[in-house]
């Protein structure tokens, strides 16, 4: 019996003993798995920083993109106004352009017009109204003048007496 309870002593000390060197042995695992993990979360990390700076730099040339499009398009729609206006007052300049031509065609034309009243030979109606007012011319002279004369001889009867 003794000779059990010495063997089964022993037993339970190599028990002990390799029961507690495993639990150094899971101690150390452990630590080396949080150090794994530690240094897995930290390339994780960086790999996640490195992720968010080209999606920023991604995001910032798509702006500036956006922008120099905007800009070239703002150049282009303030020529397309500038062209515009050009267009626009050149339109205005000749339609004054030919406003004034038309007034001076109608200057001309009164111009012409009285020119030709003046040189044209008058019409039959011009000619008849101006006999009768020749006439009448005449007759207001022929009265004006015989009166005159019955004035003088009245006169003159009246210095002679």
Same mark, same amino acid.
């Given at each position: ?31 080396? $798995? +949080? #150090? *794994? /993990?530690?240094?897995? !979360? ?8 490195? @992720?968010? =700076? ?11 993109e ?25 339109l ?11 007034q001076?065609?109608?200057? $001309? +034309? #009164? *111009? /012409?017009?009285?020119? !030709? ?8 109606? @011009?000619? =008849? ?6 006439q ?26």
């Amino acid at each position: 019996m003794k000779k059990m309870f010495i063997l089964s002593l022993c037993i339970a000390l190599l028990l002990a003993i390799t029961g507690c060197g495993e639990s150094k042995e899971q101690k150390a695992k452990a630590q080396s $798995q +949080k #150090q *794994t /993990e530690a240094s897995d !979360d930290d390339t994780i990390d960086t790999a996640l920083q490195q @992720q968010m =700076k080209m999606y920023k730099q991604l995001k910032q040339s798509e702006y500036d993109e956006a922008d120099k499009v905007r800009q070239a398009e703002k150049k282009q729609l303030k020529k397309l106004r500038q062209d515009r206006v050009k267009v626009l007052e050149k339109l205005l300049k000749e339609e004054q352009d030919i406003d004034s031509g038309k007034q001076l065609i109608r200057i $001309q +034309k #009164q *111009t /012409e017009k009285a020119t !030709d009243q003046e040189e044209a030979p008058p019409s039959p109606e @011009q000619q =008849k109204s101006e006999e009768k007012n020749e006439q009448k011319e005449k007759k207001q002279n022929e009265k004006e003048s015989g009166s005159r004369t019955d004035k003088e001889k009245e006169m003159g009867g009246q210095n002679q007496s």
